[in-house]
């Protein structure tokens, strides 16, 4: 196969496409997408789809496969409702199954369900191994995504013989923000949207860059206020030893692979150990999980009760990252630079090809200028202004940002003259502040949920649910259902 580089001439994109047939049979060839469970309600497809939904010329009809999931396990055929997950930044098949609300809701409604893939992620690659060269990447937007999700909802509608099934679109975090946006944009095809833990104010520059680190700090003063104290010293005592360049005493401390041996290295391992901080604060469910790794229930209050265990705060320090970086396989020792990569995302952009896509789309439209400056936050001074956001982009993709544009796109904080939409938030979520608190109008509705984490309330039914979660989801179902009986009213006149 032809491989394209950065330095690709525009002529030679359109050869590559004639040469492979609208990019999906020899990309997908030979390629084993990733399985669905065999106990899944879901059955795996794939949609032709159009590669540039916005340039005639660029890539002609060109298409490639977009990996979707879909059951029709409760549907009341040709007249329930379609339940559509705007897939975010993963593999979809991690989405479904960790969004287990969705479903329980299709069997009370009758509905569809269908979990769609975003481009560039998972098996929806557009270019196979080549789509994250330059200037391939480039067809990776928030429109093209929502286009595609318009595209595919019509014709699959068509399809199933399903034109007068109202459209209720779901998502969580990023996944929420495009449900905010399918139903700003694209109203015609979308009766309404459950937005969960949806950021949609942080990522298009409003708010305050401090915001998600003051409040990741809040969750562990939570439990404890010395348990935050003991964070911050602990990273001081880091900060010491490396001022000292005490960098073997640093490596038996923290059981690195190899020692640090400069500034760089000890930037690295603070973003490496606020990272871990930040995940356990997003995912401090009150059970134990399998979303984006193995999480023990309450992992906050597990991390304070190792970081209040003893005087040896660099052990604890030490220990309480483990619990994310040692959650699936036991390490020997940590590696610096394998098991975290820092990229346009403050907050972390994962590993993998899937952390690439992310991390161009925070170096394009998605705004993620937020900063860590240990006094309002429990960590060290860590800045990513738009400046160093503008300099690390270029560098590495060759992309300069443009500020302000999800705000101009997709109304920022202007939202009142949209209607149905439902904004949850956890109270334990850093996420949650950056998105919307309070109702806006009697259909544009703020769902807050005190014990809640990240989108929480997306999640299936559990014992271990606190009751604010239960009350939130009966809320949005009866939502979603007046809404949808709203619509088929609309249609019989």
């Known amino acids: 196969m032809n491989t394209l580089s950065s330095n690709t001439p525009f002529s030679l994109i359109l050869f590559y496409l004639a040469e492979h047939e609208g990019v999906i049979g020899s990309l997908f060839q030979g390629r084993k997408p990733p399985e669905v469970r065999k106990d899944s309600p879901f059955t795996e497809k794939f949609f032709t789809q159009t590669l540039d939904h916005f340039n005639f010329n660029s890539f002609g009809n060109g298409t490639f496969c977009q990996r979707y999931l879909i059951s029709d396990k409760f549907w009341q055929n040709g007249s329930g409702p379609v339940f559509f997950y705007t897939g975010n930044e993963g593999d979809i098949s991690d989405f479904a199954l960790n969004s287990g609300f969705i479903l329980e809701l299709a069997e009370q409604q009758g509905a569809l369900v269908i979990f769609a893939e975003h481009r560039y992620y998972g098996a929806s690659l557009p270019f196979g191994k080549d789509s994250f060269s330059r200037p391939l990447v480039g067809l990776?937007?928030?429109?093209?995504?929502?286009?595609?999700?318009?595209?595919?909802?019509?014709?699959?509608?068509?399809?199933l013989q399903a034109d007068n099934c109202p459209v209720i679109v779901f998502g969580g975090s990023y996944g929420g923000m495009l449900s905010v946006y399918m139903r700003l944009k694209y109203p015609n095809i979308v009766t309404g949207a459950l937005a969960a833990s949806a950021p949609i104010l942080s990522t298009a520059g409003v708010g305050d860059p401090r915001q998600f680190f003051r409040d990741v700090t809040a969750d562990y003063e939570a439990v404890s206020p010395q348990c935050s104290a003991a964070v911050r010293a602990a990273f001081q005592q880091l900060q010491d030893l490396a001022a000292r360049q005490e960098y073997r005493r640093i490596q038996s401390a923290f059981a690195l692979c190899q020692p640090p041996s400069a500034p760089r290295d000890i930037h690295q391992l603070n973003g490496l150990l606020r990272n871990a901080f930040t995940f356990m604060a997003m995912l401090d469910y009150p059970y134990s999980t399998h979303f984006m790794g193995n999480m023990p229930a309450h992992p906050?209050?597990?991390?304070?009760?190792?970081?209040?265990?003893?005087?040896?705060?660099?052990?604890?320090?030490?220990?309480t990252a483990a619990i994310v970086y040692n959650s699936s396989t036991p390490l020997s020792c940590f590696d610096l630079y394998n098991l975290y990569v820092e990229c346009a995302d403050p907050t972390g952009c994962g590993l993998g090809p899937n952390s690439l896509a992310w991390d161009y789309q925070a170096c394009t439209e998605v705004e993620l200028c937020f900063e860590s400056n240990n006094v309002t936050d429990m960590f060290p001074p860590m800045s990513f202004s738009q400046a160093d956001r503008r300099r690390y982009c270029s560098e590495r993709w060759g992309v300069t940002p443009r500020p302000g544009w999800l705000r101009l796109q997709f109304w920022g904080d202007a939202l009142s003259s949209a209607s149905n939409i439902i904004f949850s938030n956890g109270d334990l979520d850093p996420w949650a502040n950056g998105g919307v608190r309070r109702s806006l109008s009697s259909s544009l509705i703020a769902i807050n949920i005190p014990e809640g984490a990240h989108h929480l309330d997306l999640r299936g039914a559990n014992d271990e649910d606190p009751e604010s979660v239960v009350r939130a989801r009966k809320q949005e179902a009866e939502l979603i259902a007046g809404w949808i009986q709203a619509e088929r009213n609309r249609q019989k006149h």
């Open 140 to 159: 990776l937007t928030v429109e093209q995504a929502l286009a595609d999700y318009a595209v595919m909802i019509t014709e699959l509608k068509q399809q």
């Open 300 to 319: 906050v209050k597990m991390g304070c009760d190792i970081m209040l265990r003893g005087p040896d705060l660099l052990a604890n320090l030490r220990d």
